[in-house]
Structure formats: structure tokens, C-alpha cells
């Protein structure tokens, strides 16, 4: 997950900090050289880190931060303050027009997950009510139409094709369709190139000037560092981009390029993807995500996760059953297809504040959970209704085909037992409170 190393870096330079008490001068100095190093190490780019930390620096050696009872927490807030600064104070949202339809011109790299997020854009749209087009306008690659058809075809969306025709008339056309048929968001997939070429520019810039999008967002891959920002850089200079959309931000990135960005090319993030499911798409929040690189996690996200992808109505029937004493091994199942939804524990655990750079990737897991699900797929429908039937006997056959031990069957039975165990005496006792057994 990006971020991790320089949530830990500036972790060990902020407690440094506040084992000083009062601060002087050299203190803070000491501070920032070593704030100044983690941010290259998370490569942003250089005049974005000298900029910051002589703003910060600026900052914390006055007087009312040495002065203060609590410096090293005044200089904590400052580093906040600023870093929120850099990623824009505001969350950049999309930019509807007062009469539909929006139109949305995605472009970037090839491999920097545009078709991806094309999709991952319109599940997100489609969640408020709205009615995306999707329009295939890369036709260099016969495989990118049918891509796009399939990752529509994934989030429901309609896709407009005209196969390999000129770009710009497909645009065009998809418009004219959109507002005949009903849509009001109209998203163009424009084609990539390896890198930034004439032809490709000269093809963005024909679409933008026949369609006139209200958004071209561009999508940069994080994982490539500062150049994610030099090409947004180039993108922006040639087409005037209205925001960025910084893909890959889950994969082993140092998380640069989100705080270069906006310095850079003076246009703001506007989302981020964080995974390769079509939910993984989160709003862009400056405040939030240096909430997440001070490892102060962020709820917010984390309650928007929930209940965007959370189940109401399944919900209700659980605690239905719960209070029936009726849970079994079917409802665990589904609790844990519901975390999935949501995404990767380990990313839902970063957003818990105060857990945040405490927990270790390697200490999270997330295997547990799939080999409980394992066990539980093996199981007949009676079984996991009635795990007491289970013998010696079903126990080898769930075992073999979850590909797991006896042991780990038995394990879970008895978890499960010892949580039903619970769930009858809470239902008995009027809630009576009690420690919940560690599952799974
Ligand atoms: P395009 O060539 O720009 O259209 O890129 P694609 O949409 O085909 O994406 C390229 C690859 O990146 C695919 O394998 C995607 O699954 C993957 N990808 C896209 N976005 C993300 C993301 O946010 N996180 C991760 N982990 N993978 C992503």
C-alpha cells in the first residue's frame, strides 16, 4: 500500500520529536533535513519537497510553535496542515454541466488502467443515480473495443461502438446517441500509447476540440513513480487536463506521485484507484489522505466504504437471525463476502486510526479468511446449517476438497461452536456484554 514507508519515516521523526519536550532551533532543523529525506525517498519530486519543507520549516521555528507546551505536536500539525496544502485544500469533484450530458474524456498511457477505470467510473456514477455511456474510441487495438465491452458489461454500462472508424466522428456520434437515448454522463476511452507521441496528442486534441468534454481526466499509474508526474505534466501542457485520476495507489508504490501532482501541473487528483475490482475507485481527499500518510487513518473513508458496499437488507436478515439464534455457517459465509466487497483487509485496517502504521502487511492474514472460506465452500448446505452432523468422515472430504488439514476444519468447527456458544447467551441474557471470541 503506498505511503507505508513514509508513514513509518515520518512516525520515527515525529516521536524523536516529541521526546524533546521544548524544541530549539537545531531541533527542528534535525526534523526537517530527516522529513526532507523520507519525502525523496517516497519520490517526490525535488522542487515539491524543497518547497514544503521551507514552507514548514518557515512555520515551525516561530515563535509560537518554541514557545509552545506542545511543539513537536504544533510541528505534527503543521507537516499536516502543509502536506493538505500540497494535495489541494479542497476535494476536487467532477464537474457536471447544468444540462446533460457530462462529458468525460479519459486519457493516459497505455497500461495505466484507463479501460479499467472507465468502468470503475461508471459503477461509481451509476451508484448516484446516473446513466453512463461508455464509448469505445481506441481503435488501434481490436482487443480495447472488446475490453471495454467487457468491463462495461461488468458494471451493467452501455457501450457505444462503431468499431474501427475515426475517433473523433465516434465521439461525436456517441454524444448524439447519449442524448437520444437518455444518458447523461457520456465517458470516452481514447487510445494510449507506450509514450506520449504527436499522433496520439494531435487525436486527443481533434476529440477535445470537436466535443468540447467537461472533464479530461487523465490517468497516471502511481507505481511509476515521478514520471506518472512528468507525464502529467506533458498530458496537461498539451490538452489542459481538468484533473487526474492516479491509479495502482494499493500496489507497492512510495506514493510520490500524489504528492507531486497537483504542484507540478497545478491540476488536482480527483480520484484514486486501489485495486483491480471495479469498486476500487475511491473520491481523491487531500485532508484524508494526510490523515493516512500521518498514520491518523481515516474513518471517513473507511464508513463511505461500508456503506456504499454493505448490503442493508442483508444485514437486517442476519441480525434477524442473530437475534433468533439462527446464525450459522451460511451467514458467516456471506459476512465475509461482504468484507471482500469492501476490499483488501489490510487496506480497510490502515484506515483505522491509531492503527494505521502500526500493523505490519506481514502480520495481516487475509489467508485466514479465504481458507475459512474454503472450508465453508466444501461444506454441504446442511452441514454448515447443522455443523454438529459433521463426523469423522465429512470432516477428510471438506479437508480435501478446500485443499486444507482436518485440523483446520476442526478449528473452525470449534470457533464456530464457541461462537454460537456466545451468541445463545447474549440472546438469553439481554446483551449481557461479553468478549467476543478472535474469528476467524
Ligand atoms: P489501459 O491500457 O490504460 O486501458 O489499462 P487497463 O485498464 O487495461 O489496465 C492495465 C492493468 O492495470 C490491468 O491489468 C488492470 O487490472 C490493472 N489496474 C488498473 N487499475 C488498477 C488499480 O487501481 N490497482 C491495481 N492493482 N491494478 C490496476
Given at each position: 500500500m503506498a505511503f507505508e514507508g513514509l508513514s513509518d519515516k515520518l512516525g520515527k521523526v515525529f516521536s524523536k520529536l516529541k521526546n524533546h519536550g521544548k524544541l530549539n532551533e537545531k531541533d527542528v532543523k534535525e526534523a526537517m533535513r530527516e522529513v526532507k529525506m523520507a519525502l525523496l525517498e517516497a519520490d517526490v519530486s525535488f522542487p515539491v519537497v524543497k518547497d514544503f519543507v521551507a514552507k514548514v520549516s518557515e512555520r515551525a521555528v516561530g515563535s509560537e510553535v518554541m514557545n509552545s507546551l506542545t511543539p513537536a505536536q504544533q510541528v505534527i500539525d503543521i507537516v499536516h496542515d502543509e502536506l493538505i496544502q500540497l494535495m489541494g485544500t479542497d476535494t476536487a469533484r467532477i464537474d457536471f454541466p447544468s444540462k446533460p450530458p457530462c462529458v468525460i474524456m479519459m486519457c493516459g498511457l497505455q497500461g495505466a488502467g484507463k479501460t479499467t477505470h472507465t468502468a470503475k467510473l461508471a459503477k461509481y456514477l451509476k451508484k448516484q443515480n446516473r446513466r453512463p455511456l461508455l464509448v469505445a474510441c481506441d481503435i488501434y487495438r481490436p482487443a480495447a473495443i472488446d475490453q471495454l465491452k467487457v468491463v462495461g458489461a461488468s458494471v451493467d454500462a452501455h457501450v457505444f461502438e462503431m468499431g474501427q472508424t475515426n475517433p473523433v466522428k465516434i465521439a461525436k456520434e456517441s454524444i448524439k446517441y447519449a442524448k437520444d437515448n437518455g444518458f447523461d454522463v457520456v465517458i470516452l476511452d481514447t487510445a494510449g500509447r507506450l509514450h506520449i507521441d504527436e499522433d496520439l496528442m494531435k487525436e486527443l486534441k481533434d476529440i477535445k476540440a470537436e466535443v468540447q468534454p467537461n472533464e479530461i481526466l487523465l490517468v497516471v499509474d502511481s507505481m511509476t513513480g515521478q514520471d506518472a508526474v512528468n507525464v502529467a505534466k506533458s498530458f496537461n501542457d498539451m490538452l489542459?487536463?481538468?484533473?487526474v485520476i492516479l491509479t495502482k495507489l494499493d500496489g507497492d508504490t512510495r506514493g510520490g506521485a500524489a504528492l507531486s501532482v497537483l504542484s507540478v501541473t497545478g491540476k488536482p487528483i480527483k480520484f484514486a484507484g486501489v485495486g483491480?475490482?471495479?469498486?476500487?475507485?475511491e473520491q481523491f481527499h487531500p485532508n484524508r489522505m494526510a490523515d493516512r500518510i500521518l498514520g491518523m487513518g481515516d474513518v471517513l473513508s473507511l464508513i463511505e466504504k461500508a456503506k456504499i458496499n454493505v448490503d442493508e437488507k442483508e444485514q437486517e436478515k442476519l441480525a434477524k437471525r442473530l437475534q433468533e439464534n439462527k446464525f450459522d455457517m451460511n451467514d458467516l459465509y456471506a459476512q465475509f463476502e461482504q468484507i471482500e466487497k469492501m476490499g483488501s483487509i489490510s487496506s480497510l485496517i490502515k484506515m483505522i486510526p491509531g492503527v494505521a502504521g502500526k500493523v505490519?502487511?506481514?502480520?495481516?492474514?487475509e489467508r485466514r479468511m479465504y481458507r475459512t472460506k474454503a472450508i465453508i465452500s466444501s461444506m454441504t448446505k446442511k452441514e454448515r446449517e447443522k455443523?454438529?452432523?459433521?463426523d469423522a468422515k465429512r470432516k477428510r472430504r471438506i479437508a480435501a476438497g478446500s485443499g486444507t488439514k482436518v485440523e483446520d476444519v476442526n478449528q473452525l468447527l470449534k470457533q464456530f461452536d464457541g461462537m454460537q456458544k456466545m451468541m445463545k447467551q447474549m440472546g438469553l441474557k439481554g446483551g449481557k456484554k461479553r468478549k467476543f471470541p478472535k474469528f476467524p
Open positions: 489542459d487536463i481538468t484533473g483491480e475490482k471495479t469498486d476500487d475507485l505490519k502487511e506481514e502480520d495481516i492474514d455443523p454438529s452432523i459433521i
